[in-house]
C-alpha cells in the first residue's frame, strides 16, 4: 500500500491529463467548448466541474480512502451541503463541543428547515446510545474537537451508529488524513476545513469532503452543485499545494506542540493543559490507537484569568488570530472569538471557559516558541 507521504505528492491527479504539466495548471474558465449540440465534453460548466477542482477532489478521496471528493467555497459550506441529506423531522446527534460556527449553521440555519438535534458528549458512549430516537439519521463530531481537544472513538462511535441505522459523519480538521483515517475507522463521511492544515499557509478558504458509499457520494454531489458553493480553481490550486507538504508540516507541528504542551503543564502559571500527546490527558489512550502522532492544536487556562489579556498580547511569534493549522503559530481566546457563537450558558456548560487559551503551534523553530510563551507568562 502507498504510503500517506508518497500520496500527498502523487495521489488523486497529479499531473495534468493534457499536456502533462507536474503541477495540475488553474483552468481559470467558467465554462467549456462543447463538440456539437448536445455533446458536451468531460467538463461543460464550472459549478458543476473544474478540472483544478476535480483533481483536488481526487486527492482529497484518495488521501482519506473515500470513493469520491468534493471541494466547497469554505469548510462550513461543505458540512451545510452534507447537513443537507436531512430534512423535516430527521434527528442529528452534534458532539456537544464542536467549532462555534457548525454550532451556529445547525442551531440558527438548519432548524428551520425542521432538522432537530441534540448535544452529546460523545465520549460517554451510554450517553450517546441513550440519545438515540427513531429518527435519528446520524451522528457528527470532530475529534480532536475544537477547542477542548476531546478525543473520541471514531470506531466504537461509528459502530454504535451503524447498529442504529445512523451515519457518521467526522470533521478531520484538527487530524488530518495525514495523523488520522476516519472511513478506515468506520466513518461514512469526512469534512475537512482545508482552510487549515490541508491549506496549510493561513492563504485560503476552502472545504473539502469525501465519503466510502457510492451512494452518498452521488447524493453529495447533486448537493455541491444544486447549492453551488463550489471551490475555484485558484483556491483549489492552492489547497493542492498546500497538502503536497502536508507530511513533513504535521511532523512538525505534532513534535513542536507535544513539547510546548509539556512545557505548559509544567509551568506553575498554567493550571490546566489540554493536548492528547499528554499521558494524563483524557482521551491519549484512545488517541494513541486512532491517530500516528497528536497533531498541532493545544489549549489551556491560565491560574490567574484576569492574566489572559495581557497574555496573549505579549507575545512575539504566536500571533492573536482566529484560524489554525498554518505554518505560523496562532493563539485565541475561544469564547471572545471562534467559539463566541455558543450562549456563554452552554459554553460553560460543556467547558469551554473565558480565559480558555487555544494556540495553534506553527512550525518555527521550538527554541523560540517556547522562549516567546516563558517570556509572555513571566510579564503577565
Ligand atoms: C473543526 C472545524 N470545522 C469546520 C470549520 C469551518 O471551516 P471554514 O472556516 O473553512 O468555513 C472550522 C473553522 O474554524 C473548524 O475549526
Sequence with gaps: MTSLKTKVIHGGISTDRTTGAVSVPI???STYKQNGLGQPKEYEYSRSGNPTRHALEELIADLEGGVQGFAFSSGLAGIHA???????????????????????????VLTKTGIIYDLVDLSNLEDLKAAFKAETKAVYFETPSNPLLKVLDIKEISSIAKAHNALTLVDNTFATPYLQQPI????????????????????????????????????????????GAVLGPQDSWLVQRGIKTLALRMEAHSANAQKIAEFLEASQAVS????????????????????????????????????VKNFVENLRYFTLAESLGGVESLIEVPAVMTHASIPKELREEIGIKDGLIRLSVGVEALEDLLTD?????EKE
Design 373 to 377: 510563551l516563558k517570556e509572555a507568562l
Design 272 to 307: 490546566k493543559v489540554y493536548y492528547p500527546g499528554l499521558v494524563n490527558h483524557e482521551g491519549h489512550e484512545i488517541a494513541k490507537k486512532q491517530m500516528t502522532a497528536f497533531g498541532g492544536m493545544i489549549s489551556f487556562e491560565l491560574t490567574d484569568e484576569n492574566a
Design 27 to 29: 483552468y481559470q474558465t
Design 82 to 108: 452534507v447537513l443537507s441529506l436531512f430534512s423535516t423531522g430527521d434527528h442529528i446527534i452534534l458532539a456537544d463541543d464542536v467549532y462555534g460556527g457548525t454550532f451556529r449553521l445547525m442551531d440558527k
Design 184 to 227: 478506515a475507522l468506520g466513518a461514512d463521511i469526512v469534512l475537512h476545513s482545508a482552510t487549515k492544515y490541508l491549506g496549510g499557509h493561513s492563504d485560503v478558504v476552502a472545504g473539502l469532503v469525501t465519503t466510502n458509499s457510492n451512494e452518498l457520494a452521488s447524493e453529495i454531489g447533486f448537493l455541491q452543485n444544486s447549492i
